[in-house]
């Protein structure tokens, strides 16, 4: 299944997200045009929520302000590894990967956000 998102807002939904029974809902930006993916979260001191960058299997956090937490997701949406990037780093490619979630250092595994993990995107189409 082909997924296509228009740059915007969603929801980025973990479910039984760091062993709980509840799934956690947190505001997601989505950038899938070129623009929105180039400039993703250069220049921000800070991020409410996440940004997913589609498509995408890599990252590099040069001219970023903050560290980042990146989840590299494969076409099903299931995650296929959690990294954290200092400033001014370049992540390799994965080579599985389709979409790439961005949020601020630390706050994914909080979300429960791990490898094996299947995650939701809601409300773009």
Do not use: C
């Amino acid at each position: 299944m082909r997924r296509r998102w228009r740059d915007g807002q969603g929801t980025l939904v973990v479910s039984g997200g760091g062993g709980r029974a509840d799934a956690v809902s947190v505001p997601l930006e989505i950038a899938a045009s070129y623009r929105a993916r180039t400039k993703g979260l250069l220049g921000r001191d800070a991020i409410d929520g996440a940004m997913l960058l589609s498509p995408a299997n890599s990252v590099h956090t040069f001219r970023m302000r903050i560290p980042i937490d990146v989840a590299y997701l494969d076409r099903h949406l299931e995650v296929i590894a959690v990294t954290t990037m200092k400033p001014g780093r370049l992540g390799m490619p994965r080579l599985r990967a389709r979409h790439v979630v961005e949020a601020e250092a630390g706050v994914m595994r909080g979300w429960g956000l791990r490898a094996g993990v299947r995650v939701e995107i809601e409300g773009m189409g």
